[in-house]
C-alpha cells in the first residue's frame, strides 16, 4: 500500500485525503533513460505530485525502477510488472535507442501486452478501485488504449502521432525518405480506422493532445480536449559545464531525423564550425558518403551511439545542438537540450517548433523554416555560424515545466468528472 505520510514527492498543500487513486498504463517508463521510457517517467512522477498512482509497466524497465524505489521509500508511485506473452518474448524486438531493426517485433509484442494489462487493471481495481486511468506512453491517435476496457474514466495522452512532413519537402528528402513517408502515412492512417481505436477516441472522457495536428485528426474538437506535449514534462539533473565551440547532432540516422539537412548546412556554416554527431541507423553508409562528397570529414567527429551519460556530458558542452528532425511531434532530446541550458537550433515544423518557441530566452534558440532543400541548409548554416560566433551565453534551463504540471492535474481531476 502507498505511504500516506507526507513525503517531498508530493504537491505541496494537497492533503492525503484529496489524492486520487490513478491507474496509469506506461509500457515504456523508467529512470534515466531518454526516450520513450524518460517521458513515461517524467509523466508518472508529474502524476505522484498529486495523486497515488499504480503504474502498469513492461518488463524492460522493471529491474530499474526496482532500484529506483529501493532509493526512494517515501515516493507515493507503485508499479506492477505486466509481463508481455509468451509468444511476445520470441519475437525479435530490442525497443533501445542503439536498434531500431525490429520495431515491427516491438509493436506486436506493445498490442499483446495491452491485452494483458487490461486483465491485470481489472484484478487490481476489483481489489480495491481507483477514481480515474490514464494512458501515458505510446499513446498515439492510431492506435487504441487498453484504458478503454476498464471500467474506469479515462484520460488519455498526452496522444501524438499527426504530425507529417510538409509536402513541400518530400522531394528533399530522397527516395528512400519519400518511401518512408508514404508506408508512414499509410499505415498510420489504416491502423487508425480499426474498431478499437475508434471507440478509443470516443469513450476516453478527457483526451490531452500533443497538437493541434493530433486534435484535426480526431475530427471534430471536444470542450474537454486539452493541447499539452508530453516533453514539456522532462526534467533533468544537470551540471552547468563551460560550453565549447562544437555544434552536436544528435539522433538515428533516418530521413525523418533530418541528419543529411545538418550536414547540408554545415558545409554553409563558417569553415570553422565543427560538428559532433552521435547517432546510428540505416543511413549510415549514406551519411558517410554525403561527408566525402561534401568535403566534411575534418569537421565531422562521428561517434555512434553513445551511452546516456556520455551523450548528455557533449550535450551539457555543445555550444549549440542541431534538431533537424522533419516531423517531430515534440523530442524529448530538445526538451533535454532546453532544460540543460543548451543554445538549440530547430527545424521549425510540428511539436518541434512550438516547444522551441516556448523557451524563456528566445536568445538561445533559432528555428529553420520550411522549404527547399538548399533554403534549409543555408538555415542551418546560418544558425550554425551565428552560435558558433556569440559572446557568451547564458547557461540556465530554458523552459518552464510548472504550466504543464497545472495542466496535466486539471485534466486528470477532470476526467474524474
Known amino acids: 500500500m502507498a505511504d500516506r505520510q507526507p513525503n517531498p514527492f508530493r504537491k505541496a498543500g494537497v492533503t492525503p485525503a484529496e489524492r486520487p487513486r490513478v491507474l496509469v498504463f506506461a509500457y515504456a517508463c523508467e ?13 508518472v512522477q508529474s502524476v505522484a505530485r498529486f495523486a497515488d498512482p499504480v503504474v502498469l509497466v513492461g518488463p524492460e524497465h522493471i529491474e530499474a525502477i526496482r532500484s ?89 495522452g498526452p496522444v501524438g502521432g499527426a504530425v507529417t512532413t510538409p509536402f513541400s519537402m518530400w522531394r528533399s528528402l530522397g527516395v528512400t525518405g519519400v518511401l518512408s513517408e508514404l508506408v508512414d502515412l499509410v ?47 522532462t ?13 552536436l547532432f544528435l539522433s538515428s540516422f533516418e530521413p525523418r531525423k533530418g541528419v543529411r539537412f545538418a550536414l547540408h548546412g554545415l558545409a554553409k556554416a563558417d569553415p570553422a ?33 553513445l551511452p ?10 555543445a555550444g549549440a545542438v542541431v534538431f533537424a528532425g522533419v516531423r517531430e511531434e515534440g523530442g524529448t532530446a530538445l526538451v533535454e537540450a532546453m532544460q540543460r541550458g543548451a543554445p538549440v ?29 538548399e533554403s534549409i541548409a ?10 558558433h560566433s556569440a559572446g557568451p551565453l547564458a547557461n540556465t534551463p530554458n523552459l518552464d515545466t510548472a504550466a504543464a504540471h497545472e495542466a496535466l492535474e486539471k485534466a486528470i481531476r477532470g476526467a474524474m468528472g
Do not use: C
Not at 68 to 82: D, K, M
Not at 308 to 317: C, G, K, S, V
Not at 361 to 369: S, T, Y
Open 187 to 233: 499505415a498510420v492512417r489504416l491502423l487508425s480506422l480499426a474498431r478499437s481505436t475508434r471507440l478509443t477516441w470516443r469513450t476516453a472522457r478527457v483526451r490531452i493532445l500533443q497538437s493541434e495536428e493530433t486534435q484535426r485528426r480526431l475530427g471534430r474538437p471536444r470542450p474537454s480536449d486539452v493541447i499539452l506535449n508530453h516533453v514539456l514534462f
Open 378 to 387: 543555408r538555415g542551418f548554416g546560418e544558425a550554425m555560424t551565428h552560435f
Open 68 to 156: 529506483w524505489q529501493a532509493s526512494n521509500p517515501g515516493s507515493p508511485l507503485e508499479f506492477e510488472l505486466v509481463d508481455e506473452p509468451k509468444w511476445a518474448r520470441r519475437l525479435p524486438h530490442e525497443p533501445t535507442e542503439k536498434s531500431k531493426h525490429h520495431l515491427i517485433g516491438y509493436f506486436l509484442a506493445y498490442l499483446g501486452w495491452q491485452r494483458r494489462a487490461v486483465r491485470v487493471a481489472r484484478r487490481l481495481h476489483a481489489d480495491r478501485p481507483f477514481d480515474v486511468a490514464h494512458h501515458v506512453t505510446y499513446s498515439v491517435y492510431w492506435l487504441p488504449s487498453p484504458g478503454r476496457r476498464v471500467d474506469i474514466p479515462l484520460a488519455w
Open 235 to 247: 526534467e533533468v539533473e544537470r551540471e552547468a559545464k563551460p560550453r565549447q565551440d562544437f555544434m
Open 345 to 373: 537550433i530547430v527545424f521549425g515544423n510540428g511539436g518541434a517548433k512550438a516547444v522551441a518557441e516556448s523557451a524563456i530566452d528566445p536568445a538561445r534558440v533559432r528555428l529553420v523554416e520550411p522549404g527547399s532543400r
Open 31 to 43: 529512470p534515466g533513460r531518454g526516450s520513450e521510457p524518460g517521458v513515461g517517467w517524467s509523466l
Open 308 to 317: 546516456y551519460p556520455e551523450a548528455m556530458d557533449l550535450l551539457d558542452r
Open 273 to 305: 564550425v565543427r560538428m559532433v554527431v552521435v547517432g546510428d541507423g540505416p543511413e549510415r553508409a549514406a551519411v558517410e558518403r554525403l561527408i566525402e562528397e561534401l568535403d566534411l570529414s575534418d569537421r565531422v567527429d562521428l561517434r555512434g551511439w
